[in-house]
């Protein structure tokens, strides 16, 4: 009898000691979680960027800008950037400065050259929140920003209306954005590509890519994005009912001879030419 009541009260400790282990881990777990959670509420992935700096220069906010540039401050509220703004005491000097950096000298000396960041000059004053666009501009091809002869203003309006032309439902004005420089490119064509309809970005990448002609994707490939190809027959490759298999060896789609007339044709209706 004895030694049952010794093995009943071995059983019931590891039992005991499992049922305490158990709740631990549950405890630490619970624990773990709850930081994780806390840690995630408090976490934000928003990016602080110090205003440009300029010596001995000190902020002296918006409504000053307005003394000479009335009609800009008028419109910015419009402005896609205009969202940026943060409300609160602590944010009283963002707005013009926040890209052109602190006024009072430009202000003192009358609107002195070399007294505010002009971003039409350089492209620094936009690449210190657009990081991934200054990335951009360093591939092999890309618009002339970085050297000068094109400035992020020359695209996009910073102080009035959306910042990126067009889009959504308005894509002929993303496309004449476009077309003020590139004249060859509007047409009208008698023979339209279709490509052409839904906009430039459909192919081309504006601020810079690593294929030329800033095109998204290389040689034909860009082009089978849209135009389906088959091979219905070992060793055949098909494109819109047409044998490509050794067309595709010479060369890209509109450099082989083919369609050289990519973005539309006046007298052909396969844009050879």
């Not at 071995?10 to 777990?29: D, E, F, H, M």
């Not at 976490?43 to 110090?50: D, E, G, L, Q």
């Not at 409300?87 to 000298?105: D, F, K, R, T, Y």
Request: charged share 15%.
């Amino acid at each position: 009898m004895a030694m049952n009541d010794n093995r009943g009260r071995n059983s019931l400790n590891r039992l005991t000691k499992g049922v305490s282990w158990s709740a631990g881990l549950w405890v630490l777990a619970a624990l773990s979680l709850g930081a994780l959670a806390i840690s995630c509420a408090t976490s934000t992935k928003r990016t602080a960027v110090a205003p440009p700096e300029i010596p001995g220069a000190t902020f002296v906010g918006s409504q000053t800008c307005a003394q000479c540039h009335e009609k800009i401050t008028r419109d910015f509220s419009s402005a896609t950037h205009a969202r940026l703004k943060a409300e609160g005491p602590n944010a009283v000097n963002i707005g013009c400065e926040s890209c052109h950096g602190a006024g009072s000298l430009h202000n003192e000396s009358g609107g002195a050259r070399h007294t505010i960041v002009n971003p039409g000059k350089t492209p620094e004053a936009c690449f210190q929140c657009h990081l991934d666009m200054k990335s951009r501009f360093n591939l092999p091809y890309h618009h002339p920003v970085p050297e000068g002869k094109l400035s992020c203003g020359d695209c996009h309006n910073p102080h009035k209306g959306p910042a990126i032309i067009g889009g959504g439902t308005s894509l002929m004005a993303q496309n004449d954005t476009c077309r003020r420089c590139h004249t060859a490119q509007r047409g009208p064509f008698v023979f339209e590509h279709e490509a052409v309809r839904e906009g430039c970005l459909s192919c081309h990448e504006p601020h810079g890519s690593i294929s030329q002609k800033l095109l998204i994707e290389r040689n034909a490939t860009l082009c089978l994005k849209c135009h389906f190809q088959q091979q219905t027959t070992p060793g055949q490759i098909t494109i819109g009912n047409v044998v490509h298999t050794s067309f595709l060896s010479r060369g890209t789609c509109w450099s082989a001879g083919c369609h050289e007339a990519v973005h539309g044709s006046q007298v052909n209706a396969s844009l050879r030419f």
